[in-house]
């Protein structure tokens, strides 16, 4: 069964101060790894898609990275408005590849 | 851009009710998803459709039916409501399986009194 973690579930950082958000996965095949940007209320966002490892994507403040084992989402200087719920999910490239597998997230919050 | 729509973003119905939660996009997508967002859980995947009138069960179908009569549009059957189908509903497509990311709407929050 694919199983995807997000560490840490909560993180506070200071405006400018930059981190990484990390996400473990297992899974039998990697076929795509999604990171989604979610705000209250609202839907996840599609921010990046990583397919294999050493790929990195790039996104203003942001830089997904991707091993065999993990991904990291880069915060550079983060600003107030990057606070959000970041979930990764992966898809496999088995017969169920229809299907994304979520982790619960990591809440970000950026103090001005 | 990729729009998703969904018809209500809040709802309140009484158990028993039979609940209609629709969706609809506008890029021509042939996949279409219903997922529940609950805290703690995480996204759960209901029922995903891959083509008109083609449906599959997703990891929580119990209590739930699909309908899929228009490309553009797929809607969530709750047949006979309970409390514990009170949560946030996403819909969601995408244009291929698996390699391409999926869009989500900005959901339905249901309370089933």
């Known amino acids: 069964e694919d199983q995807v973690t997000q560490s840490p579930e909560a993180l506070r950082l200071q405006e400018g101060e930059s981190s990484s958000l990390n996400c473990s996965y297992t899974?039998?095949?990697?076929?795509?790894l999604f990171w989604y940007r979610q705000d209250p209320g609202k839907g996840p966002e599609f921010l990046f898609t990583?397919?294999?490892a050493g790929e990195e994507k790039e996104k203003e403040r942001l830089k997904a990275t991707l091993t065999k084992k993990e991904s990291f989402l880069h915060i550079t200087a983060p600003k107030p408005e990057d606070s959000a719920t970041y979930l990764c999910?992966?898809?496999?490239?088995?017969?169920?590849?229809?299907?994304?597998?979520f982790g619960k997230g990591t809440l970000l919050t950026v103090n001005p | 851009d990729v729009k998703v729509t969904q018809s209500s973003r809040y709802l309140v119905k009484r158990t028993g009710e039979k609940v209609f939660l629709e969706c609809v996009q506008d890029m021509d997508h042939e996949n279409m998803f219903w997922y529940r967002q609950d805290p703690g859980l995480g996204l759960r995947l209901i029922y995903f459709s891959y083509d008109v009138k083609m449906k599959e069960k997703g990891d929580i179908p119990e209590g739930y039916s699909v309908s899929r009569e228009k490309k553009e549009r797929f809607s969530l059957i709750l047949e006979s409501a309970s409390t514990n189908q009170t949560s946030m509903y996403l819909c969601a497509s995408s244009r291929q399986i698996g390699n391409q990311p999926q869009h989500f709407g900005d959901g339905t929050r249901l309370s089933i009194l």
């Open positions: 990583l397919y294999s």
């Open positions: 999910a992966v898809v496999n490239s088995g017969g169920s590849n229809y299907k994304l597998t």
């Open positions: 899974v039998s095949g990697l076929r795509g």
